[in-house]
């Protein structure tokens, strides 16, 4: 006989000590989210987080690539906004770019050696980014691997940081996001991101 859907539910729950309806909750939010190997830039998407510095007003990697593809507008608001703290967001217009905004960030700048602090930094730059986007109305948003390039943040305990902020935001925040896309740009973390979504967000 093969065990209807409700009976296996009812199944999973009594060994996990968890309803049938916590169980649907629960695998719900994998499908909330995707990983993208390519440029952030092209996605169309309500907003792209930038992996910024504390000046706000452009730099290397996927921040230069931001600016560029916005276009000198984006410095122009940038140049408002007085600069951000580590952990910390805050957001722009997307001018050229196809998405609506741009929520910039600050990750900690870790050379190879995480401190508990750089942890707590990186996990912050998820949350505060997340935080604005449900404060603006902003369902669908991608992230950059934050920190993993200049400032040095070792490739996969980043990856383990920042699926474990986005989990946690998403189980709270279920009905105000309806995607989050985690865009790789290596295929070193592309191969991190492929294992450890479906650990961190099981299918069933
Ligand atoms: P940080 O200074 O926070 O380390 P970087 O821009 O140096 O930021 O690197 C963060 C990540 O963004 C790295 O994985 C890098 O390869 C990636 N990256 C660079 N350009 C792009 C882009 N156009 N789209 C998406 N990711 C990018």
């Given at each position: 006989?093969i065990p209807?859907?409700m009976e296996?539910?009812k199944?999973?729950?009594?060994?996990?000590?968890?309803?049938p309806?916590?169980?649907?909750?629960k695998?719900?939010?994998?499908?909330?989210?995707?990983f993208?190997k390519?440029d952030i830039t092209?996605?169309e998407v309500?907003?792209?987080v930038?992996?910024?510095n504390?000046?706000?007003l452009?730099?290397?990697?996927?921040?230069?690539?931001?600016?560029r593809a916005?276009?000198?507008s984006?410095?122009?608001e940038?140049?408002?906004?007085g600069?951000?703290?580590t952990g910390q967001?805050?957001?722009?217009?997307?001018?050229?770019?196809p998405?609506?905004?741009?929520i910039h960030?600050v990750?900690?700048?870790?050379?190879g050696?995480?401190?508990?602090n750089?942890?707590?930094d990186?996990a912050?730059c998820y949350?505060?980014?997340?935080?604005?986007?449900?404060?603006n109305?902003?369902?669908?948003?991608?992230f950059?691997c934050i920190s993993?390039?200049?400032y040095g943040y070792p490739n996969?305990?980043?990856?383990n940081?920042?699926?474990t902020t986005v989990?946690?935001f998403?189980?709270k925040?279920?009905d105000k996001i309806?995607?989050v896309i985690?865009?790789?740009?290596l295929?070193?973390d592309?191969?991190i991101?492929?294992?450890?979504?479906?650990?961190f967000?099981?299918?069933d």
């Amino acid at each position: 006989k093969i065990p209807s859907l409700m009976e296996e539910l009812k199944s999973k729950a009594s060994s996990d000590d968890e309803s049938p309806e916590e169980i649907q909750v629960k695998n719900s939010l994998c499908e909330k989210v995707s990983f993208y190997k390519g440029d952030i830039t092209q996605l169309e998407v309500d907003a792209i987080v930038n992996a910024a510095n504390t000046s706000l007003l452009g730099g290397g990697g996927v921040d230069g690539c931001i600016h560029r593809a916005s276009g000198p507008s984006l410095l122009a608001e940038c140049r408002e906004l007085g600069g951000c703290e580590t952990g910390q967001a805050k957001i722009t217009c997307g001018y050229e770019l196809p998405a609506k905004y741009v929520i910039h960030t600050v990750g900690p700048i870790a050379r190879g050696h995480i401190t508990p602090n750089h942890k707590q930094d990186l996990a912050s730059c998820y949350n505060s980014s997340l935080t604005l986007a449900t404060e603006n109305d902003i369902r669908t948003i991608a992230f950059p691997c934050i920190s993993t390039g200049i400032y040095g943040y070792p490739n996969e305990p980043a990856a383990n940081v920042a699926l474990t902020t986005v989990k946690e935001f998403l189980k709270k925040n279920r009905d105000k996001i309806d995607r989050v896309i985690f865009c790789v740009f290596l295929e070193v973390d592309f191969k991190i991101y492929k294992r450890k979504l479906n650990e961190f967000f099981p299918k069933d």
